[in-house]
């Protein structure tokens, strides 16, 4: 994340952080961002992050980027806000977990609508692209006996 946001302001855009005080207290926090929120507790970052946020594009990363797209992922597929939720699959970082996904459509544990909420895109100008485009779906979350 450092990196992204170090790049970004170094080519005059302006960055807002939103950070647990306990990660403060451990000198994590990156104190040259336009704008640095320091919050009490993870899911209050979050919270924050999603009322801040257009949309939501998750980069390479580790269990806390997914556990952050899934929620916010989730937020959108129960109707608690209709922003997009992207992938940028750099080198094809995301193929396997997107053949799982898939999988989980197949045996009827997502709807194939709410699998295509997910954006995924390998070069990050169609991927802007795709969330400029972006319209949530009306489709209910809930997969009726008659939908097996």
Request: aromatic fraction near 8%; hydrophobic fraction near 45%; glycine fraction near 8%.
């Amino acid at each position: 994340m450092g990196t992204v946001a170090d790049a970004a302001l170094a080519e005059g855009g302006r960055v807002t952080g939103v950070i647990p005080q306990a990660l403060v207290d451990k000198e994590v926090a990156h104190l040259s961002l336009t704008d640095l929120r320091i919050v009490h507790s993870m899911h209050e970052r979050k919270a924050l992050m999603a009322n801040l946020s257009d949309s939501f594009i998750a980069l390479p990363g580790g269990i806390g980027t997914f556990e952050e797209l899934f929620e916010v992922w989730t937020w959108a597929q129960l109707g608690g806000h209709s922003k997009p939720c992207a992938l940028l699959n750099i080198l094809g970082f995301y193929d396997r977990l997107l053949e799982f996904l898939d999988q989980v459509v197949e045996q009827g544990f997502l709807k194939a609508v709410h699998r295509q909420m997910l954006l995924v895109e390998e070069d990050p100008a169609h991927l802007l692209r795709a969330i400029r485009q972006y319209h949530a779906p009306a489709e209910t979350k809930w997969i009726r006996p008659t939908e097996t």
